[in-house]
């Protein structure tokens, strides 16, 4: 059963980088049929995926947000983390990383496993 | 990437069934999942390929597909079903989409 757990700060001042990492116990982040993400809630609002990565090397970005993400899997740590640059205040958010459906008949790829989720305050 | 479109609310008395739909574009509504989330908690995976139910969840909740319309169900309501239910498809190009959200209220 993986336990999913965010980090990282709560403000970020405009302009800069948002940078949260989520750390995987349970299980190992390095299986070429794994794929790890990242998704936000802004105050109020739905859920809005960010980006995935697989192990394997494939990586999907939301497209509005492409140009200023990145993630990263650190498997000495079995940690993944999310970079988010020139943040705004529309940035401000609770952000989940996610964990994979573990279910091999899936024909599909669904967020299973989820972190308690991080809010970061985008200040002026 | 286009929208997946849900209606904002729905409601129902204990017991009775309900139905949340998803409309999105023939290219986008193709691996579906639903999702639930009570208030100040993860969401949580309740649908998968369209109409696969994952370990645990109960057979009240079912799903559908037609068309560009994806459908959620969950008969015999009940008071813990009250949440927020997103629907998910992934595109042909591989990204992922939410819907905007359905507020299930149990009268």
């Known amino acids: 059963q993986l336990q999913l757990q965010e980090s990282g700060p709560g403000l970020v001042k405009a302009s800069e980088t948002l940078s949260l990492t989520c750390t995987v116990s349970g299980g190992s982040i390095s299986s070429y049929i794994y794929y790890w993400s990242w998704i936000r809630q802004a105050p109020g609002g739905g859920l809005e995926w960010i980006a995935t990565k697989y192990y394997g090397g494939n990586t999907y970005f939301h497209p509005s947000l492409k140009s200023r993400v990145t993630i990263s899997l650190d498997t000495s740590k079995n940690q993944f983390s999310l970079r988010l640059t020139s943040v705004t205040a529309a940035d401000t958010a609770v952000y989940y990383c996610?964990?994979?459906?573990?279910?091999?008949?899936?024909?599909?790829?669904?967020?299973?496993?989820w972190g308690q989720g991080a809010l970061v305050t985008v200040s002026s | 990437q286009s929208a997946l479109t849900q209606p904002r609310s729905v409601s129902g008395s204990p017991g009775q069934s309900v139905t949340f739909s998803c409309i999105g574009t023939?290219?986008?509504?193709?691996?579906v999942s639903w999702y639930q989330q009570h208030p100040g908690k993860a969401p949580k995976l309740m649908i998968y390929?369209?109409?696969q139910r994952p370990s645990g969840v109960p057979d009240r909740f079912s799903a559908s597909k037609s068309g560009s319309t994806a459908s959620l169900t969950i008969s015999g309501l009940q008071a813990d079903d009250e949440a927020d239910y997103y629907c998910c498809s992934r595109s042909y190009a591989g990204t992922w989409m939410f819907g905007g959200g359905t507020k299930l209220t149990v009268l």
């Open positions: 996610a964990g994979p459906f573990g279910d091999s008949s899936a024909r599909g790829a669904y967020f299973d496993y």
């Open positions: 023939t290219s986008d509504v193709g691996y």
């Open positions: 390929d369209v109409d």
